[in-house]
């Protein structure tokens, strides 16, 4: 993924939508449906326009292996416009990646066969609102295992089975979560997780704690992903 942030997922945001006239350059087969890349921001604004219009979430959208989200409080009243200009401002996207945002009206003024729609705009790119974390309660393998004690100095890990795993689960504003926060569209990795040194990462309550026989961090947590949930373990 590329491109700069656009918001997070399920955050509110807003965008303009105007009723404009019809150009000639911008229908070249004058079929009444704009061209695809045509530039409608010049057309003229038709201040009498006031109908019912919904705004959807549609493809292609990103990643295109995902999930395509849904745009909330998409659907605007008559009374949203005002000299042919509606600027709603609650919008939410509830996925992470970008969309095709469309507008389309649907039997103008009554009539079955004067359906209006606008060119589709990408918007984007969305990123989780936050992550919840839970974590598992781990246990040590003491090294002298009759007495359940170490040594001081004495190196010792954790018991098999009860390593310590904290699970991170991506979330949209909503709280629900954000599925397409996988693969690439991940940027939670070991390179980005501070502090950045097992010895700041691990800390004794009292005394020294020896970190010198601990992994790397390049590969300490291990990352992985179930059912689009994180798990570090």
């Given at each position: 993924p590329?491109?700069?942030?656009?918001?997070?997922a399920g955050?509110n945001?807003?965008?303009?939508v105007s009723?404009v006239?019809?150009?000639a350059?911008?229908?070249?087969?004058?079929?009444?449906i704009?061209?695809?890349?045509?530039?409608?921001s010049?057309?003229?604004?038709?201040?009498?326009?006031?109908?019912?219009?919904?705004?959807?979430?549609a493809a292609?959208?990103?990643?295109?292996?995902?999930?395509?989200g849904?745009?909330?409080?998409?659907?605007?009243?008559?009374?949203a416009?005002?000299s042919g200009?509606?600027?709603?401002?609650?919008?939410?996207y509830?996925?992470?990646?970008?969309?095709?945002?469309?507008?389309?009206?649907?039997?103008?003024l009554?009539?079955?066969?004067?359906d209006?729609?606008?060119?589709?705009?990408v918007?984007?790119?969305?990123t989780?609102?936050?992550?919840?974390v839970t974590?598992?309660?781990?246990?040590?393998d003491?090294a002298?295992?009759?007495?359940?004690?170490?040594?001081?100095?004495?190196?010792?890990?954790y018991?098999?089975?009860?390593?310590?795993v904290?699970?991170?689960?991506a979330?949209n504003?909503?709280g629900a979560?954000t599925r397409?926060?996988?693969?690439?569209?991940?940027?939670?990795?070991?390179?980005?997780?501070?502090?950045?040194?097992?010895?700041?990462?691990?800390?004794?309550?009292?005394g020294?704690l020896?970190?010198?026989?601990?992994?790397?961090?390049?590969?300490?947590?291990?990352?992985g992903?179930?059912?689009r949930?994180l798990f570090?373990s």
């Amino acid at each position: 993924p590329s491109g700069t942030v656009f918001t997070t997922a399920g955050t509110n945001f807003s965008a303009t939508v105007s009723a404009v006239a019809w150009q000639a350059v911008d229908d070249a087969n004058n079929d009444g449906i704009p061209d695809g890349g045509a530039t409608l921001s010049d057309n003229a604004v038709t201040p009498n326009f006031a109908y019912a219009t919904t705004l959807a979430a549609a493809a292609p959208f990103q990643p295109s292996t995902g999930t395509l989200g849904v745009l909330n409080n998409g659907n605007l009243v008559a009374g949203a416009f005002s000299s042919g200009v509606a600027s709603p401002s609650n919008l939410q996207y509830t996925e992470v990646g970008s969309f095709s945002l469309t507008t389309a009206v649907t039997d103008y003024l009554g009539d079955a066969n004067a359906d209006v729609a606008g060119l589709a705009v990408v918007v984007g790119r969305f990123t989780p609102h936050r992550f919840n974390v839970t974590k598992n309660t781990p246990r040590f393998d003491p090294a002298c295992a009759a007495g359940e004690f170490s040594y001081v100095g004495q190196s010792f890990g954790y018991q098999s089975g009860q390593e310590p795993v904290a699970t991170v689960t991506a979330i949209n504003q909503l709280g629900a979560t954000t599925r397409n926060y996988t693969g690439a569209w991940r940027r939670l990795s070991n390179t980005t997780l501070t502090p950045a040194t097992q010895s700041g990462r691990y800390a004794a309550f009292a005394g020294t704690l020896d970190t010198s026989s601990l992994p790397a961090v390049a590969g300490d947590p291990a990352i992985g992903e179930l059912a689009r949930i994180l798990f570090l373990s």
